[in-house]
C-alpha cells in the first residue's frame, strides 16, 4: 500500500464484499441506460436533429462506447475502486487531472439522476392515465417515489440489485414485444398513419436537414449511464474482472437495443405529431400502435425504467463520492459507511434529497420538456469528456505493453484511443452547437472544479495528491480493490 493512500482503520465498516455477480453487474450497466426511459425523453429529440437519420450515429456511437467500455474493463482489472475513472487517471496521469475528473463525473452523474428525478413525475402520471404536464402530480410523484428509491439505495446493494433484476425482467420484455410490432407495422405491412422507411434514414444527414454533430450529443447523451455497474467493483463477485466485463455487455446488449427503437419507433407516426409528444414519446408510441391499452403498457415500461435507472444513478454517483471522501478530496463525512445497511448512507441521502428538491423546482420553473433539452446537451458534453479521458488513461497506462504483440497494439492501443478520439470529436461538435448560457454553465463547472481541487489540496491536505504515478508492468489481472 502507497504511503499516500488513505488507510482504512481495522473495525471500519466497508462496502459489502461479494454482494452481487456478473449478471447484476451487466443488470445494472443496462439500468444506467436505461432503454425505455431514454428513448422516451430523446427520440423526438433525436429525430429532429438527425432528420430521421438515427440509425449510423447511434451505431457509431455504440461502436465508440464498446472501445470505452474495454478501457473501463482493462483500467479495473488493474484497480478495483469505486470511484474508477477518478482513480484511474489520478495513478496513470495525475491526482490533480484526477480530480478534475472526479469532479466533472460528479457533476455529470448529478445532471444525470436531475434528468431521471425530472421524468418521474410525467412516467408516472402517463401511466395513471393523467395529465403528464400536471405539474402538482408531478412534484408529489417525485417526492414519493424518489424518497422510495433513495432509501432502497441507503437499505443496502443485496435489495436494490433484486429490484433491478425484477425490473429488468419486465422491463426488456415489454419493449421487444413493441419493438417487433413497430418493425412489422412500418417495415413490412405500412400500416395507416406510419412512415415509409427511406435510404436517407441511413445516411449521415437523415432525410436532407441533419446535423450530424449535434446528433451524435444527443446519442452520447442517450448510452451514457453504462457505467453504472463500475462503481460497484467493490461490492462485486471477481471484482478485478466481472465489473468489466458487465460494461461491455451493458453496452453491446443497449446499443443493440437503442438502434432498433430508435429505428422502428421513429416511424410509427408523423414528425408533427411525434415533436407534440416529446415528452414522453414511447407513450404516444404504445398509442399508435394499440390505442389506449399500448399507452398505458409502455408508459409502465418507461416508469419502471425511470425507477431503475434513478436508483442506479443515485447508487453510482454515491459511490464515486465515497471515493472521492475517503481520499479526503471531499469532507470526509461523505465517506463514512452505515455500519448496518454497508452503504455510504449519508452520501446517497444527501444526493438524493437534493435531487428530489430540484427536481420538484424544476416541475414549477420550467417545462419537462425545455429542461430535458438544456441538461441533455450539456450532460451529454460531460460524459464525453470523461468516457475520452477513460480511454486515453487506458492506452496511456499500458503503454509499456502495446508493442509486445499484435492483440495488445489493438486492445490496449487502438481501441481506447479510437473511443477517445470519437468522444473527443464529439465533445468539440456538441460544445459548438451548445448556447452561449449552457458553454458559460460548463465554465462555472470547470471553475469550481479548480477551486475545489486547491481546497482538497490545501486545507484538506489529501494524501491522494502525493500519490505516485504508476505504468503498467503486465497485462494480466491484479487485486487492489478500495484502498488497497
Not at 470519437?422 to 460548463?442: C, D, F, M, N, P
Not at 465554465?443 to 500519490?467: C, D, E, N, Q, T
Request: aromatic share 8%; net charge positive; charged share 10%.
Amino acid at each position: 500500500m502507497s504511503a499516500s493512500t488513505e488507510t482504512v482503520q481495522p473495525g471500519t465498516p466497508t462496502l459489502e464484499k461479494d454482494a452481487i455477480g456478473l449478471g447484476r453487474s451487466t443488470i445494472f450497466a443496462m439500468a444506467g441506460a436505461a432503454p425505455g426511459q431514454t428513448v422516451a425523453i430523446t427520440l423526438a429529440l433525436l429525430v429532429a436533429s438527425s432528420a430521421y437519420g438515427t440509425i449510423l450515429p447511434v451505431i457509431i456511437t455504440t461502436a465508440g462506447l464498446l472501445c470505452i467500455a474495454l478501457s473501463f474493463h482493462r483500467l479495473n482489472m488493474w484497480r478495483q475502486n469505486a470511484g474508477a475513472t477518478y482513480e484511474w487517471v489520478s495513478r496513470a496521469f495525475n491526482p490533480y487531472v484526477g480530480f478534475l475528473v472526479g469532479w466533472l463525473m460528479l457533476v455529470a452523474f448529478t445532471l444525470f439522476v436531475l434528468i431521471d428525478v425530472i421524468t418521474i413525475g410525467p412516467s408516472v402520471l402517463a401511466f395513471l392515465g393523467l395529465s403528464p404536464t400536471s405539474k402538482f402530480g408531478g412534484a408529489i410523484a417525485i417526492v414519493l417515489i424518489g424518497s422510495f428509491l433513495t432509501l432502497t439505495a441507503v437499505r443496502g446493494i443485496r435489495l436494490s440489485a433484486r429490484l433491478q433484476v425484477a425490473v429488468a425482467l419486465l422491463e426488456y420484455t415489454i419493449i421487444t414485444v413493441f419493438v417487433v410490432w413497430a418493425f412489422i407495422a412500418v417495415f413490412i405491412v405500412h400500416s395507416a398513419g406510419t412512415l415509409h422507411p427511406v435510404v436517407g434514414w441511413l445516411t449521415f444527414h437523415g432525410t436532407g436537414a441533419g446535423v450530424f454533430g449535434a446528433t451524435m450529443i444527443i446519442a452520447v447523451a442517450s448510452l451514457a449511464g453504462w457505467d453504472g455497474g463500475i462503481y460497484l467493483n467493490e461490492e462485486t463477485q471477481a471484482p478485478e474482472k466481472n465489473p468489466g466485463k458487465g460494461a461491455v455487455l451493458g453496452v453491446a446488449l443497449t446499443g443493440l437495443l437503442f438502434v432498433v427503437m430508435y429505428a422502428t419507433f421513429q416511424g410509427v407516426g408523423s414528425g408533427a405529431q411525434l415533436q407534440a409528444h416529446s415528452a414522453n414519446a414511447l407513450a404516444w408510441v404504445g398509442q399508435r400502435l394499440a390505442g389506449t391499452a399500448g399507452d398505458r403498457i409502455l408508459s409502465f415500461a418507461v416508469m419502471i425504467s425511470v425507477l431503475a435507472t434513478t436508483q442506479v444513478a443515485i447508487i453510482g454517483t454515491a459511490r464515486v463520492a465515497y471515493s472521492m471522501a475517503r481520499d479526503r478530496v471531499l469532507p470526509r463525512r461523505l465517506g463514512v459507511i452505515s455500519e448496518r445497511y454497508r452503504t455510504p448512507a449519508l452520501a446517497t441521502l444527501l444526493l438524493g434529497g437534493t435531487m428530489i428538491v430540484l427536481g420538484v423546482i424544476d416541475v414549477f420553473a420550467t417545462s419537462v420538456a425545455s429542461a430535458m433539452a438544456v441538461i441533455i446537451n450539456s450532460s451529454g458534453v460531460l460524459y464525453s469528456i470523461f468516457y475520452a479521458v477513460t480511454g486515453l488513461a487506458a492506452a496511456w497506462y499500458y503503454r509499456r505493453l502495446i508493442r509486445q504483440s499484435v492483440k495488445n497494439a489493438i486492445m490496449l492501443g487502438l481501441l481506447p484511443l479510437a473511443g477517445a478520439g470519437l468522444l473527443i470529436w464529439v465533445t468539440v461538435k456538441g460544445t459548438q452547437a451548445l448556447t452561449h448560457a449552457e458553454r458559460y454553465s460548463l465554465l462555472g463547472v470547470g471553475v469550481a472544479g479548480v477551486i475545489m481541487m486547491i481546497v482538497a489540496a490545501r486545507l484538506y491536505r489529501a494524501p491522494i495528491f502525493k500519490a505516485e504515478v504508476e505504468t503498467a508492468q503486465e497485462a494480466a489481472p491484479t487485486i487492489h480493490v478500495g484502498t488497497d
